[in-house]
C-alpha cells in the first residue's frame, strides 16, 4: 500500500512539474498525465492492501481454531490426568 501512495505523491510532483514547466499555457494534457500516473498507482496500492487484509484475517481465523483446539485437547488430557485409578 505504501508503493501506492509513494506513486500517487510522484504523479502528483510530475503534474505538477509540467503545469511550472509549461509557464503560462496550462493544457489538461499536462495534468492528465501526472494524474493518471497517481490514480494507478493508488488503485494498485489498494488492490494489495485489500487482499493483505484479507489473507490476514483469514490466518487469523486458522490460528485461533488451532488454539482452540490445542486448548481442548490440553483440557482434555489434564481431565485423563487426574482421574482416579
Do not use: W
Not at 500517487?8 to 510532483?13: A, C, Y
Not at 494507478?40 to 488492490?47: K, Y
Not at 494489495?48 to 490440553?74: D, P
Amino acid at each position: 500500500p505504501m508503493i501506492g501512495f509513494l506513486g500517487t505523491v510522484i504523479g502528483m510532483i510530475i503534474a505538477i512539474h509540467e503545469i511550472a514547466n509549461a509557464g503560462g499555457q496550462i493544457d489538461i494534457k499536462l495534468l492528465s498525465d501526472g494524474l493518471y500516473t497517481a490514480m494507478t498507482t493508488t488503485v494498485a496500492g489498494l488492490i494489495v492492501g485489500i487482499i493483505s487484509y484479507v489473507a490476514y484475517n483469514h490466518l487469523i481465523v486458522r490460528t485461533n481454531k488451532v488454539v482452540y483446539q490445542m486448548e481442548a485437547n490440553t483440557v482434555e488430557f489434564l481431565d485423563l490426568l487426574n482421574e482416579p485409578i
